[in-house]
Structures are given as structure tokens and as C-alpha cells.
């Protein structure tokens, strides 16, 4: 598989705290079907600011045909998608985001284990992302977030991503309010109210 260096711009920092400095690891961007380019760009950037980890965005690959399902509506299956990425890592990498620009979903449980109900809302759950703690791959979908206002939809994109990698870092959903690993029970409205920002508590988990 061929890997395309990202291309790296200085940004302002994106919160107070400073994020951690593990530059050996290494993120790749991995485009699943007509994913923009131009958006593959700034999901690198917003990881390697953020992260400090060094990036790589792929040559795009069709969707596996595999993940696709169709029980309440055409959508890809986030779990098979995070399923793929993982046997395509590379030994060299750390992690695998996957970018579409499809809906995905998933399975949606309660605390225990059990669908929640009613399952037939929950069975087939359309979703932002979706990244297992800990886990070596996540999947960030555009197709639920889109806004009029350019600025708000990429806000979106870099939060939602950061906060998939979050969980594949090991840090579960937060409490606090201004955090990105703020669960967003079910709204977007969750995701527009909180900081492109790590909390202490969080960021020391990453540290430690």
C-alpha cells in the first residue's frame, strides 16, 4: 500500500493545556471511497497539533463491501469498518483512522451489555465515529455532521476525530463539559458545545 507523507502546517494551539509529545507514533489517515481530499488534510493536521503524533494520509480505498448492511437504512457497519482497518495496519503504525463520508452505525448497549431498548431504534444506531478503548482503529463518518457554516462542520470533524483516537488511547467518555471526550448522547449538539480540548484529568491519563 502506498503512504503519502501529510502535508504539515503550523497552527495555533488548539486549548491551554499542552498535549503530549509521543512523536514516534505514527497515525494514518486512510480514506474509504469518495472521502475529499481536501479534508484529509485537515483531519491530519488537527491529530499532529493536537497529538504531536506524526501523520500519513493513504491512497483512498473503496468501502468494503462487507460492512455495508441495510436494516433500517443504507449505512456501513462502524465495527466491521474498525474489524478492516485493523488487519490493514501496518506493523509500523500505531493507529488507523478511517475517514467516509457515508452514514455508519452500530450496536448500540446499555451498561449491561444488553441492546438498548427499544432495540429496534438501537440495533442499527447511526453514529459520528466510533473507536474501541483501547484499540488500534477508529472510523469518523461526515455524513450526520454537515452545516451551512464551513467553520462549525470542520470544528466538528476535528473534535469527533480526536475523540475517537481518544478512546483508541485508552481515555473512556468524560464528565467535564468543556472536554472533547465528552460523551455526546446522541446529539450534535453535545459536540458544538464543548472545547477542541483535552481536560487535566484526561490528559494526565494519556501522560501517565
Avoid at 2 to 26: D, H, M, N, Y
Avoid at 43 to 61: D, G, L
Avoid at 159 to 176: A, M, T
Wanted: include cysteine.
Amino acid at each position: 500500500m502506498k503512504w503519502l507523507p501529510a502535508f504539515i502546517i503550523s497552527l495555533a494551539a488548539l486549548g491551554c493545556i499542552e498535549a503530549p509529545t509521543e512523536f514516534q507514533r505514527v497515525v494514518v489517515i486512510q480514506p474509504l471511497g469518495d472521502f475529499p481530499t481536501e479534508l484529509q488534510d485537515t483531519v491530519a493536521n488537527a491529530i499532529t497539533t493536537y497529538y504531536h503524533f506524526q501523520t500519513q494520509i493513504s491512497s483512498k480505498i473503496d468501502i468494503p463491501k462487507h460492512c455495508f448492511v441495510n436494516i433500517k437504512s443504507p449505512r456501513y457497519r462502524a465495527d466491521s469498518l474498525i474489524r478492516y482497518l485493523k488487519t490493514t495496519k501496518p506493523d509500523t503504525v500505531d493507529f488507523v483512522v478511517g475517514l467516509i463520508a457515508k452514514d455508519i452505525s452500530t450496536t448500540k448497549h446499555d451498561e449491561s451489555g444488553v441492546v438498548k431498548k427499544p432495540a429496534s431504534k438501537y440495533n442499527d444506531w447511526g453514529i459520528f465515529g466510533l473507536g474501541y478503548r483501547p484499540g488500534p482503529s477508529c472510523v469518523v463518518s461526515t455524513y450526520r455532521i454537515s452545516y451551512p457554516k464551513k467553520e462549525v462542520f470542520i470544528s466538528r470533524l476535528k473534535k469527533i476525530v480526536l475523540h475517537e483516537l481518544g478512546h483508541n488511547l485508552g481515555l473512556p467518555h468524560c464528565p467535564n463539559e468543556n472536554c472533547f471526550m465528552r460523551d455526546a448522547a446522541e446529539t450534535i449538539k453535545t459536540i458544538d458545545q464543548v472545547q477542541l480540548n483535552l481536560c487535566k484529568d484526561c490528559l494526565n491519563q494519556i501522560n501517565n
